[in-house]
């Protein structure tokens, strides 16, 4: 019976020991994950950004919002040999000025189209619901016996016909606008070399 209870105790506490004894390939599983996970790092900061390529679609149009590092002439190798790309004259500096101001012209041209356009969609919307709400009006008007003596009636209709009057005028006006509008940017934009280059 002694010997029972201790075979027991040794049976059930042997599994505890062989695990105590063995931790060893976890720990170094552990370690394997964390050296990896440091490679991992290591490389990927050892990876370069490949370089940025600029073209006309990723080319900022303000001329301060472009910034080039790198080493500056002396003054004097400037004013010896000034830019080749200067004409009659003007500068470097003046030029990109000049096509900085042209493009912000451009773009402020292109934002007042669009909303000009956005404007004549609505006033073109406006104009569907007001014409399809005197037809309506227009026959429950004239489907009465005696609409003559609907004095009410009658102005009414004179009323909305007066507003689809004006509707129209405006959307007239706003077609003018979008045309103007359009005429400005085409010649904007034959007016731009950097626009003709490509």
């Known amino acids: 019976m002694r010997t029972a209870k201790w075979g027991l105790v040794i049976l059930l506490t042997s599994p505890f020991a062989i695990a105590e004894a063995r931790p060893?390939?976890?720990q170094q599983q552990t370690d394997s994950l964390a050296a990896a996970a440091r490679r991992a790092r290591e490389r990927k900061k050892e990876q370069t950004k490949p370089a940025k390529v600029w073209d006309n679609d990723n080319m900022?149009?303000?001329p301060g919002s472009l910034?080039?590092?790198?080493?500056?002439?002396p003054a004097e190798d400037h004013a010896a040999n000034p830019p080749a790309n200067s004409q009659g004259g003007s500068t470097a500096p003046?030029?990109?000025k000049k096509l900085g101001t042209e493009a912000s012209k451009k773009s402020a041209i292109e934002t007042e189209l669009a909303a000009t356009k956005e404007r004549l969609q609505t006033l073109q919307n406006d104009l569907d619901i007001l014409q399809r709400k005197?037809?309506?009006d227009q026959q429950m008007y004239y489907g009465k016996p005696n609409y003559a003596a609907d004095k009410a009636g009658a102005a009414s209709l004179q009323d909305e016909q007066s507003q689809i009057d004006a509707k129209q005028q405006e959307i007239a006006d706003a077609q003018k606008k979008v045309a103007d509008l359009q005429a400005k940017l085409n010649s904007a934009g034959s007016n731009n070399?950097?626009?003709t280059s490509n």
């Open 134 to 136: 005197f037809t309506l």
């Open 193 to 195: 070399p950097s626009s």
């Open 24 to 26: 060893q390939p976890q």
């Open 94 to 96: 003046s030029d990109a």
């Open 60 to 62: 900022p149009n303000n």
């Open 67 to 73: 910034s080039v590092v790198g080493n500056a002439l």
